[in-house]
Every structure is written in C-alpha cells, then in structure tokens.
Antibody, heavy 119, light 110 residues
Framework: EVQVVESGGGLVQPGGSLRLSCAASGFTFSSHWMTWVRQAPGKGLEWVANINEDGTVKQYVDSVKGRFTISRDNAENSLYLEMNSLRADDTAVYYC????????????WGQGTVVTVSS | QSVLTQSLSASGTPGQRVTISCSGSSSNIGSKSVYWYQQIPGTAPKLLIYKNNQRPSGVPDRFSGSKSGTSASLAISGLRSEDEADYYCATWDASLGAWVFGGGTKLTVL
C-alpha cells in the first residue's frame, strides 16, 4: 500500500526555522518526483516545491525561494522541507505528495502536518 | 489572487449534473494538462482527473474533465451527497515555472 506520512510541524516564532519530513512506503521512492503543497487556514491549496527523482532538479514557488529548501534521501525513502526565516503567512497545513510518472498528477497525499508561525 | 480562476461556489440537488469551470491563460491551461482535485473538509486532497480528462482507477465515471483553449471544466453527473467538497483545478505554468492551483470551488449538494 502506498503511503506518505508527514511529520515535523509545530509552533515556531517568526524568523525561526523548522524541518518537515515525509516518510514514503509501498512504492519505489527513487522513481518519482515528490512535491510539497500547503494550505493556509480557511484558504486554498498552494504548491510550494518539488524535486526530481535523484534530487538534482528543485523548483520552488516565488514566495519561498531563498528561504525553503527541498531535499530527499532515496536510501531512507524520505522527503524533507527545510524552512528558514519563517513568516506568519507560512502558517499552513503542509502536505507531501507523490507525483505520478508521465505527468499523471499528484496521486498520493499524506495527511498533512501543521506549521504555525506566531509569537 | 490565484493564477487560475474558479467560481467560489456551485450547488445542485441529488441526481443533477453540475459543472465547475477553471479559467487560465496561454502559459498554463492553454499549453499544459489540467488536473482536478477533490478535498473533503478536514482531509487531504484526492486526485480526481489528470491530463485534462483521464480518471485514476477508483474514480467513478460520474466525474469527467474537459479542456478548450485556456479554460477547463469538471462535470459531475448523478450528483450524490458524498460529492459535497471543495474542488481545485491545477496545472503547470510555464511563465512562472511553478504548479498553480485555482482558488477552489465549494460544491454544496442541496
């Protein structure tokens, strides 16, 4: 069974840092792009970043460029999101999702981890 | 302000057919595939349609997608109470170099 499970969320002060993790199982992790999507309270979905199969290509939404870093460890079947210089508008549920091969969409999502940036 | 424009809400009665639209531009919908996601409040999004009109296994054929020019639509026929959810369109935007989502449409089954 394909599963992705996020962890690492919490309460952090503005300007602080947090590292999110996503543990994948039930599929060949190293064969898939992986993505982070977030959803602010009461708002819609916003794509944050993605990474290709071997970690050599990383793409980010403009609002997090220079502050967030996506990475992966294929040996550990894990995806990460290092978040620095956090702002109040980064407060959201952060979802990890698998990108199906052949551009067939984000087909498996985790349950999300909550990040709250507040003093 | 989302790059992709969706109506805020839609509604229908059980058994009816409803359509949700998504409007974009030449740098996104006009040149890229469209995806649709269903999100029941409090749960993770679920892939409903990929590559404009393809359904993942397990998605009922009551759900269908289409695209024309810089707009796309999701149609739900034989509306059921469990279809009450938020629906999001998404695509890659070549100008932004990013995936973009519509603002979401809240579907109410009356």
């Amino acid at each position: 069974e394909v599963q992705v499970v996020e962890s690492g969320g919490g309460l952090v002060q503005p300007g602080g840092s947090l590292r999110l993790s996503c543990a994948a199982s039930g599929f060949t992790f190293s064969s898939h792009w992986m993505t982070w999507v977030r959803q602010a309270p009461g708002k819609g979905l916003e794509w944050v970043a993605n990474i290709n199969e071997d970690g050599t290509v990383k793409q980010y939404v403009d609002s997090v460029k220079g502050r967030f870093t996506i990475s992966r460890d294929n040996a550990e079947n894990s995806l990460y999101l290092e978040m620095n210089s956090l702002r109040a508008d980064d407060t959201a549920v952060y979802y990890c999702a698998r990108e199906e091969v052949d551009s067939s969409g984000f087909d498996y999502w985790g349950q999300g981890t909550v990040v709250t940036v507040s003093s | 302000q989302s790059v992709l424009t969706q109506s805020l809400s839609a509604s229908g009665t059980p058994g009816q057919r409803v359509t949700i639209s998504c409007s974009g531009s030449s740098s996104n919908i006009g040149s890229k595939s469209v995806y649709w996601y269903q999100q029941i409040p409090g749960t993770a999004p679920k892939l409903l349609i990929y590559k404009n009109n393809q359904r993942p296994s397990g998605v009922p054929d009551r759900f269908s997608g289409s695209k024309s020019g810089t707009s796309a639509s999701l149609a739900i026929s034989g509306l059921r109470s469990e279809d009450e959810a938020d629906y999001y369109c998404a695509t890659w935007d070549a100008s932004l170099g990013a995936w973009v989502f519509g603002g979401g449409t809240k579907l109410t089954v009356l």
